[in-house]
């Protein structure tokens, strides 16, 4: 990313910070996960990207059933729910260009491990192209009981897009017994400095959302035609 670009990014995201009287009131975290419970059975916020799904009945709170996740009978299967995080979520992008977000990603994981099955789960972050910057995954498992994986770390600055994905891959047996329940993806600013200078998490301004983009497309035409004039 061109200096120009970044000198933009935090230009726009301080006229937004000033701009929205809705930052009055910080909002510091956000999950970005949505049906993470597969509430009632229900796919929706997901896409199968390979293979097949099932869900059984894991729990139920307040009369909502909450299910978990496994590979239907697939040999190879994978699901993920993906946003952007500008645009859909709304996350201030000048706090991401000051490397200011956090992310913690929390999920069970269980399997069958008498055919050796096995799961695991990655978060993926993309940039404004569709290009992967950075992913973290929490290695595959095959085991018999449920366990807690957490992975944490910050967003990188350049990311806009980030995916959640489920992975299951049946090793014998003719179900695909990989098991998945409750993926959450939570994003935070602990830094008071950078609230206080891009302001809230979460920007509730679509019009300056849109400003941001205009203004990015600009900031971005600028910089090639800069690197057009230095390459002649």
Same mark, same amino acid.
């Given at each position: 990313?061109?200096?120009?670009?970044?000198?933009?990014?935090?230009?726009?995201?301080?006229?937004? /910070?000033?701009?929205?009287?809705?930052?009055?009131?910080?909002?510091?975290?956000?999950?970005?996960?949505?049906?993470?419970?597969?509430?009632?059975?229900?796919?929706?916020?997901?896409?199968?990207?390979?293979?097949?799904?099932?869900?059984?009945?894991?729990?139920?709170?307040?009369?909502?059933?909450?299910?978990?996740?496994? /590979?239907?009978?697939?040999? =190879?299967?994978?699901?993920?729910?993906?946003?952007?995080?500008?645009?859909?979520?709304?996350?201030?992008?000048?706090?991401?260009?000051?490397?200011?977000?956090?992310?913690?990603?929390?999920?069970?994981?269980?399997?069958?491990?008498?055919?050796?099955?096995?799961?695991?789960?990655?978060?993926?972050?993309?940039?404004?192209?569709?290009?992967?910057?950075?992913?973290?995954?929490?290695?595959?498992?095959?085991?018999?009981?449920?366990?807690?994986?957490?992975?944490?770390?910050?967003?990188?600055?350049?990311?806009?897009?980030?995916?959640?994905?489920?992975?299951?891959? *049946?090793?014998?047996?003719?179900?695909?017994?990989?098991?998945? =329940?409750?993926?959450?993806?939570?994003?935070?600013?602990?830094?008071?400095?950078?609230?206080?200078?891009?302001?809230?998490?979460?920007?509730?301004?679509?019009?300056?959302?849109?400003?941001?983009?205009? /203004?990015?497309?600009?900031?971005?035409?600028?910089? /090639?035609? *800069?690197?057009?004039?230095?390459?002649?």
């Amino acid at each position: 990313m061109s200096n120009l670009i970044k000198k933009g990014i935090v230009a726009l995201a301080m006229l937004i /910070g000033v701009s929205s009287p809705a930052m009055a009131e910080l909002i510091v975290s956000k999950e970005l996960v949505t049906n993470q419970y597969f509430e009632n059975g229900s796919y929706a916020g997901w896409s199968q990207v390979s293979g097949s799904s099932a869900l059984r009945r894991y729990t139920t709170v307040d009369g909502v059933n909450r299910y978990y996740w496994l /590979g239907g009978t697939s040999g =190879y299967s994978v699901i993920q729910s993906r946003k952007n995080m500008i645009y859909d979520e709304s996350i201030n992008a000048g706090l991401i260009g000051a490397g200011a977000v956090n992310f913690d990603f929390n999920v069970l994981l269980n399997s069958w491990s008498g055919d050796s099955d096995r799961v695991l789960a990655k978060v993926a972050f993309y940039d404004h192209s569709g290009a992967l910057t950075a992913q973290y995954n929490t290695g595959w498992t095959s085991r018999n009981s449920w366990g807690q994986y957490t992975i944490s770390g910050t967003v990188p600055m350049d990311a806009v897009s980030v995916s959640v994905l489920l992975y299951a891959d *049946r090793k014998s047996g003719t179900n695909n017994d990989g098991y998945v =329940y409750a993926p959450s993806l939570n994003l935070s600013v602990t830094d008071q400095v950078a609230l206080d200078t891009y302001g809230s998490l979460v920007v509730n301004a679509p019009a300056m959302l849109g400003a941001v983009s205009i /203004g990015l497309m600009g900031l971005s035409g600028a910089a /090639g035609r *800069r690197r057009k004039l230095k390459k002649d």
